[in-house]
């Protein structure tokens, strides 16, 4: 629970900060390196397949993680409904344990 906190905690001061920053107004548009708007400037379609490759580069990691964790999850939860399913699942507490009695009983 603490680190919870200390998460929610983190992403609050995160958002405020970035909030404050649309506010002030210091976020500045990007603007391309003077080489890649000379190169834009041409009516070439080398530079509009360059920028395509460059985007499919960063969609593919991006799809290929989240595709495993879809098929991790799904994966997770068809095990769960298996087991509850054949009564494997134990839904009962676990017995105390001998450190959690009070060693005054003995």
């Given at each position: 629970m603490k680190s919870n906190n200390r998460l929610t905690r983190w992403l609050l001061?995160?958002?405020?900060?970035?909030?404050?920053?649309?506010?002030?107004?210091?976020l500045q548009q990007a603007s391309a390196c003077p080489?890649?708007?000379?190169?834009?400037?041409?009516?070439?379609?080398?530079?509009?397949?360059?920028?395509?490759?460059?985007?499919?580069?960063?969609?593919?990691?991006?799809?290929?993680?989240?595709?495993?964790?879809?098929g991790l999850v799904a994966v997770s939860r068809r095990e769960s409904a298996s087991l509850a399913e054949n009564g494997l699942v134990?839904?009962?507490?676990p017995a105390a344990s001998p450190q959690d009695t009070d060693s005054s009983s003995v």
């Amino acid at each position: 629970m603490k680190s919870n906190n200390r998460l929610t905690r983190w992403l609050l001061i995160v958002a405020i900060a970035f909030c404050a920053n649309l506010v002030s107004g210091n976020l500045q548009q990007a603007s391309a390196c003077p080489m890649c708007k000379a190169a834009t400037e041409e009516d070439d379609a080398k530079p509009r397949a360059y920028m395509y490759s460059i985007l499919f580069m960063l969609a593919v990691p991006g799809t290929m993680v989240g595709g495993m964790a879809a098929g991790l999850v799904a994966v997770s939860r068809r095990e769960s409904a298996s087991l509850a399913e054949n009564g494997l699942v134990d839904d009962e507490l676990p017995a105390a344990s001998p450190q959690d009695t009070d060693s005054s009983s003995v």
